[in-house]
């Protein structure tokens, strides 16, 4: 098991762990000559319009489900906050599994994977925000693929993929999921062995050989493993998502989060189901692959950026306006207000 001290150290000589602020420190001085240049310092607005703030933050992801043809998508409700009856209805018609989570949120908060009426209930009952019921995606591989299309092409590409890898453990036939966890710094710095939805698994001594996963929600806070596929990024692939984001009214840049049955279908847009839909404050993910060289990161997140402002140059001149600054703050306070109730 790691100590206090092994714990931050294993954090200071691992990148993708680092706070976010740190890690986007530098990026901030790139993101001030891209305002000066866009002479906007919410320029990113104008990049995807059809979703609120661009997708920067506080958008709502029943709206950009509107926007996606159903055939991608999970059969999904958005429940108001505390209403059980609607929720239980619509649970009888997806049966379970079934997924749950806030409307507006990020990074993982408050999604779970429902297996019962009794889970249903305990999450309406501590869920303090509007949350969407979700049908559970049951296929093998989970991806991020992000993909920029310019505004008046008719093809884009497919820039990085990420292929998540929950957190489990490989048994031995002797130590239980708990004790095989306490071997893994990657659980000891992000799974809470104490919620209640591990209490069942903890306790499990796994056959030799056999894989448990722990945590089925693909965060990486929640201690899923990003794994770089970008390489498998094809021209059949490259052309796929074309075909798929022009049938998405003014989406230009985004991470398409998703579960397929193999890369080979999704070539074809076949058996594969969208998420979410992340728009202009997706990150490239592959970047976070265990070893992945820390300038390499930083390239990729300042590539990306400077395709947003590329992006959002060409929309703005075609028409579409920025958002203000006084526009802008006032999203910025709601967003801060709103988290604070999401994360109580």
């Not at 999970?74 to 997924?99: H, N």
């Not at 997706?282 to 395709?307: D, M, N, R, V």
């Not at 028409?319 to 994360?343: D, E, F, S």
Request: hydrophobic share 40%.
């Amino acid at each position: 098991m790691l100590s206090g001290v092994g714990k931050f150290w294993h954090k200071v000589t691992h990148w993708e762990y680092w706070p976010f602020g740190v890690l986007y420190f530098p990026v901030y001085f790139y993101y001030t000559w891209l305002v000066i240049r866009c002479r906007s310092f919410f320029f990113f607005t104008a990049a995807n319009p059809t979703i609120d703030f661009g997708g920067m933050l506080g958008e709502s992801k029943s709206e950009i489900f509107k926007l996606i043809p159903e055939r991608f998508i999970p059969r999904y409700q958005l429940i108001e906050k505390g209403d059980t009856k609607s929720a239980l209805g619509f649970a009888q018609e997806l049966g379970f599994p079934l997924v749950c989570k806030p409307d507006i949120g990020e990074r993982g908060n408050l999604v779970e994977v429902i297996k019962t009426k009794s889970d249903l209930e305990n999450y309406i009952s501590k869920c303090p925000v509007n949350f969407l019921m979700q049908e559970f995606a049951n296929y093998p591989i989970e991806l991020g693929v992000f993909f920029i299309k310019l505004p008046g092409e008719s093809t884009g590409k497919v820039t990085s993929i990420v292929q998540k890898d929950f957190l489990h453990v490989i048994g031995d036939g002797r130590h239980s999921v708990n004790q095989l966890l306490e071997k893994s710094p990657r659980a000891m710095l992000q799974l809470d062995f104490d919620h209640p939805r591990f209490a069942e698994v903890m306790s499990r001594i796994p056959a030799k050989s056999e894989k448990v996963v722990v945590e089925s929600i693909g965060n990486h806070c929640r201690g899923t493993t990003f794994l770089n596929m970008t390489p498998k990024a094809t021209e059949k692939l490259h052309q796929a998502f074309s075909e798929l984001a022009n049938q998405i009214d003014g989406f230009h840049f985004g991470r398409f989060d998703l579960r397929c049955n193999s890369f080979e279908e999704l070539e074809e847009l076949k058996n594969f189901k969208i998420l979410e839909l992340n728009g202009t404050g997706a990150e490239p993910g592959h970047i976070y692959q265990p070893g992945f060289p820390l300038w390499k990161g930083y390239q990729a997140i300042l590539w990306h950026l400077s395709q947003l402002a590329k992006v959002s140059r060409a929309n703005h001149k075609s028409g579409v306006k920025y958002w203000t600054l006084k526009q802008g703050l006032a999203k910025m306070r709601a967003i801060k207000a709103y988290n604070k109730i999401a994360q109580n």
